[in-house]
């Protein structure tokens, strides 16, 4: 299994930001997908997570902002980050929980100047 995340980048306060992780490898449909970070001498913290169902959970930091969402044929997740804050800079890594176990991807870092 391999993840790639992309579409970190510098991006004002305020502004959004669209974070992209494709999935490959022996994956099915039902694997949850899920988007963490971790700041500058911080513990890496889930941001959000979508079941295969679809159903989702946010960190309470990014409701209302955030949105997860994934497209099962092509086993991909988005991370739509709107109204970021300057506590939204972190590192952000892509997780797949399948039946086999837990994968990640490389991060992608995002960085919002106030």
């Known amino acids: 299994v391999q993840l790639q995340a992309f579409g970190g980048g510098l991006v004002q306060a305020g502004g959004s930001l669209r974070l992209s992780c494709v999935a490959s490898g022996d994956i099915s449909y039902s694997a949850d997908m899920g988007w963490y970070r971790q700041a500058p001498g911080k513990e890496r913290e889930l941001v959000a997570l979508?079941?295969?169902?679809?159903?989702?959970t946010y960190a309470n930091t990014v409701k209302g902002r955030f949105t997860i969402s994934r497209d099962n044929a092509k086993m991909t997740t988005w991370l739509q980050m709107n109204s970021l804050k300057a506590e939204d800079t972190a590192v952000y890594y892509c997780k797949v929980t399948t039946f086999f176990g837990t994968y990640w991807g490389k991060g992608t870092e995002v960085t919002v100047s106030s």
């Open positions: 979508i079941t295969g169902g679809g159903r989702t």
